[in-house]
């Protein structure tokens, strides 16, 4: 099976990324900036909008609007700040 990026869309742990690559074994976890005024459901969305570029799966709560049109495939289900996508 093909490695995929998965991007981890909020401000993790280290034992967050070991539970990732452990139940995920074909996934390389990948993480926004780390910034210290983010709460652990957060995330650095300027960082997120970036990394989403290389993608292939986005794991977390909330996406930067406009962000869907950057996935690579179609997302299955999420929201987009509010806005269902299925």
Request: aromatic share 8%; with cysteine.
């Amino acid at each position: 099976m093909e490695r995929q990026n998965l991007l981890v869309g909020w401000h993790v742990t280290e034992a967050d990324i070991e539970k990732v690559r452990s139940r995920l074994p074909s996934c390389d976890p990948h993480v926004s900036d780390r910034r210290p005024d983010l709460q652990y459901f957060e995330c650095d969305k300027p960082s997120l909008r970036r990394l989403l570029l290389e993608a292939d799966i986005l794991m977390g709560w909330i996406a930067p609007t406009g962000s869907r049109w950057l996935y690579r495939s179609t997302p299955r289900a999420g929201i987009e700040e509010g806005n269902p996508w299925c």
